[in-house]
């Protein structure tokens, strides 16, 4: 999809809204503790998908690999604690950067010197070495670029590096009404099925492309998060205030409804570039 420059900066204007503060009690008690064990993943896939995610780009000690749209780099700092692999993290929101940097300074050596934090729009950004892999989760439904932006990050891999993707697509029963809440509520502006990103990872010179139907996965962590919202009632309204908390369990209810009914999908989809 072509972006006009007024539709981009309503893009940008919608991240930054969003994403600008990611760190307040509400998401420590609702998404980070309460549903990824501390881990400050903004995303349905949890350890499960990042774990399958180190899996298949075979992520160890020797691997250098790319966080696309990395957001408070919590994946990125799982995947280089776990595997010992060095991350590069691009991300294009400066709240989002300062919080992985504030991170990684008090982080012991150990971490810190493995992930290298690039803020800049992953559109566009290449890599100054190839990498050995890339993954992406819970970003490319937020840019009318997605195309471009898978097309890009080839560009900065290895001939055979897998790229692996989880995104939020279009299920069958999408309707107009469950499009114009997912770009309201949270800047969703990407929404094909499924089978687009078979096509834009084969356009961009992937193979042997598969995808795999995680929406199991996004019930069952939307689940875990309504339950940890309920838990913590009292401390969200008290740090956080009523309306935070009621928008945090009206807008869950949407979306849980919406990937059990399957207007909405969570995909996982992933590809080797071709040698
Ligand atoms: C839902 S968060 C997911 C963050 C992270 N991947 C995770 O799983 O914890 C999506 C992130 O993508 C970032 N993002 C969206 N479009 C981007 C772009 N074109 N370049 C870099 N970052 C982008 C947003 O700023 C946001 O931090």
């Known amino acids: 999809m072509q972006a006009t420059a007024e539709a981009m900066d309503e893009v940008v204007r919608k991240n930054r809204e969003i994403y600008d503060n990611t760190s307040g009690a509400d998401w420590y008690l609702t998404v980070y503790e309460g549903a990824h064990q501390g ?76 992930i290298d934090v690039v803020e800049a729009d992953a559109t566009t950004w290449r890599a100054d070495e190839l990498a050995d892999g890339a993954f992406s989760m819970d970003a490319l439904m937020l840019t009318p670029q997605t195309g471009a932006l898978i097309a890009n990050t080839a560009k900065s891999l290895e001939p055979g590096a897998t790229f692996a993707i989880s995104v939020i697509c279009a299920g069958e029963h999408i309707t107009d009404a469950m499009r114009r809440f997912a770009w309201d509520i949270d800047g969703m502006i990407h929404l094909p099925g499924p089978g687009w990103y078979a096509q834009a990872l084969e356009q961009a010179g992937f193979e042997d492309v598969v995808l795999e139907d995680c929406t199991d996965v996004a019930i069952a962590t939307s689940e875990t998060m309504e339950r940890a919202l309920r838990a913590n009632e009292a401390r969200i309204v008290a740090e956080a205030g009523p309306a935070v908390f009621r928008g945090w369990k009206d807008v869950g209810a949407v979306y849980l409804n919406a990937f059990r009914q399957y207007q909405l999908m969570y995909l996982f989809a992933h590809g080797k570039l071709a040698r």
Not at 67 to 77: K, N, Y
């Open 39 to 114: 881990w400050e993943f903004i995303n349905l896939g949890g350890l499960t998908v990042a774990n399958r995610i180190a899996q298949l780009l075979e992520i160890d000690g020797e691997a250098h690999i790319i966080d696309v749209c990395a957001g408070q780099g919590g994946v990125s700092r799982y995947l280089a604690a776990q595997r010992k692999c060095r991350v590069t993290a691009v991300e294009w929101n400066p709240g989002q950067v300062r919080t992985i940097r504030n991170h990684l300074s008090k982080a012991g050596p150990g971490i810190a010197s493995r």
